[in-house]
């Protein structure tokens, strides 16, 4: 069994990140395995413990870093948020791609712990349409939305230091292009190990 690819998806708050990570786990639930991280934040209208995140105090979260229990943990806009170990390993050694949801400071150590991960960042066409869905989300005050666009503008310098840029216009189009990005992932990772090595073997010894 192959072990399974981790895919860390970052970009603007807005960006539509978490609505093409939910289409992408209903489309292919057997190849992949969506992260569920760990924070302080409160839960938004409708969320639940589990599904969307694990809702902790900051002790409780405080003891899972000390604990080893997080792969990387990062602070954003005043709250922790954080990628648990335990799942993210289980399910790539079950061969599954492992989806992780994370801001850029969780990218880079994430990185720098398996530099094969592959790296996306995902944004709105356009600035005035990231203000757009997040006014439209309803699920924000104007002082938070505001530091969310501060932290756009912080997050964007970053947005070059990923291998993929993926523009979010049109949702379909956007997995598509995401399923692409793994599918070409793929076979950068088979071809480099069993194809080259069974033609070596067959090719053996003579030079
Ligand atoms: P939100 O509060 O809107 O759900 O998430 C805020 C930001 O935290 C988003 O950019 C999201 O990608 C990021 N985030 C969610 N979970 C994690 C995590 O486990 N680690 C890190 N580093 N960032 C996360």
Do not use: W
Not at 27 to 49: V, W
């Amino acid at each position: 069994m192959k072990k399974g690819l981790l895919i860390a998806v970052s970009g603007f708050s807005g960006a539509g990140k978490g609505t093409l990570m939910k289409k992408l786990m209903d489309e292919c639930p057997d190849d992949f395995a969506l992260s569920i991280s760990a924070t302080t934040r409160q839960p938004r209208e409708g969320e639940k413990e589990g599904v969307e995140y694990f809702f902790k105090t900051k002790e409780e979260f405080e003891e899972m870093i000390d604990a080893g229990e997080l792969i990387e943990h990062a602070v954003y806009v005043g709250n922790y948020y954080g990628t648990p170990k335990k799942f993210v390993d289980e399910q790539r050694e079950s061969g599954k791609d492992v989806l992780l949801e994370i801001e850029v400071q969780g990218v880079l150590q994430v990185k720098e712990k398996f530099p094969d991960t592959v790296t996306v960042f995902v944004t709105p066409p356009t600035i005035s349409e990231l203000r757009k869905r997040l006014t439209g989300r309803g699920t924000e005050d104007a002082e938070t939305i505001e530091k969310r666009i501060e932290r756009a503008a912080e997050e964007v310098r970053y947005a070059y230091d990923y291998d993929y840029l993926l523009i979010n216009d049109d949702i379909d189009k956007a997995i598509a292009d995401l399923r692409d990005i793994v599918s070409a992932e793929h076979q950068k990772e088979e071809n480099r190990t069993d194809v080259v090595k069974r033609l070596q073997d067959e090719l053996g010894g003579k030079k």
